[in-house]
């Protein structure tokens, strides 16, 4: 299976750098992954992701941070089965 994802949230970083200010800003991330599945509970996961980090010009600097990242995990479905429930 075939999926992309897009996110953005807050993060707090306790250090500054030269290209970003220490404090509150933003990640915002893209991917796009497979999974591949081994069993009915087990699935390899691999994804290519894209993410920026910003404090949307809170503070300065501004210039923020940007990388490319590859993941690799495997995904455990520990749900039990559900039964159907039929309605009376």
Do not use: C
């Amino acid at each position: 299976m075939v999926y992309f994802y897009s996110a953005i949230g807050p993060l707090w970083t306790s250090k500054g750098t030269e290209r970003l200010a220490a404090g509150f800003a933003f990640s915002d991330n893209i991917g796009l992954g497979y999974k591949l599945r081994l069993s009915k509970k087990i699935w390899l996961d691999n994804s290519m992701v894209l993410r920026h980090e910003s404090n949307a010009d809170l503070k300065f600097p501004n210039s923020g941070h940007n990388s490319v990242g590859v993941r690799l995990g495997i995904v455990f479905n520990l749900n039990l089965p559900q039964k159907a429930v039929a309605l009376q």
